[in-house]
């Protein structure tokens, strides 16, 4: 019994800290890339992209492509968790797009 009641507070955390997927799809404004990140990115990148929790790399100081962005937040890399099936492919573009912005 203790660990369905276990099981079922995990799933109640992590549910509660999914954005629900992307507000285009309810009929109403998209999420922004800075919202998106904001909620999924700055706990390690920080809000400047300057923090480095847990190895994560310094988003200023990177030479990737967009496109390459879009591929790492997609599959993740090293600590990193790949964002498929968290975001969809339009957040996960945004934010990658929003990823430029920081310097």
Same mark, same amino acid.
Request: glycine content about 12%; charged content about 25%.
């Given at each position: 019994?203790? @660990?369905?009641?276990? +099981?079922?507070? =995990?799933? *109640? =955390? =992590?549910?509660s800290?999914?954005?629900?997927?992307?507000?285009?799809r309810?009929?109403?404004e998209?999420?922004?890339? $800075?919202?998106?990140?904001?909620?999924?990115?700055? +706990?390690?990148?920080?809000?400047?992209?300057? $923090?480095?929790?847990?190895?994560?790399?310094?988003?200023?100081?990177? @030479? *990737?492509? *967009?496109? @390459?962005? +879009?591929?790492?937040?997609?599959?993740?890399?090293?600590?990193?968790?790949?964002y498929?099936?968290?975001?969809? $492919? @339009?957040? +996960?573009?945004?934010?990658?797009?929003?990823?430029?912005?920081?310097?």
């Open positions: 019994m203790r @660990e369905r009641m276990a +099981i079922a507070g =995990v799933l *109640l =955390v =992590v549910l800290c999914n954005t629900g997927g992307d507000a285009d309810r009929g109403s998209p999420v922004s890339g $800075k919202a998106l990140y904001k909620t999924h990115c700055a +706990i390690c990148h920080g809000a400047d992209g300057k $923090k480095g929790l847990a190895g994560a790399k310094m988003i200023p100081e990177s @030479e *990737l492509s *967009l496109d @390459e962005r +879009i591929a790492l937040i997609t599959n993740g890399k090293g600590n990193m968790m790949p498929r099936g968290v975001l969809s $492919k @339009e957040e +996960i573009a945004r934010v990658a797009t929003y990823t430029l912005t920081l310097d």
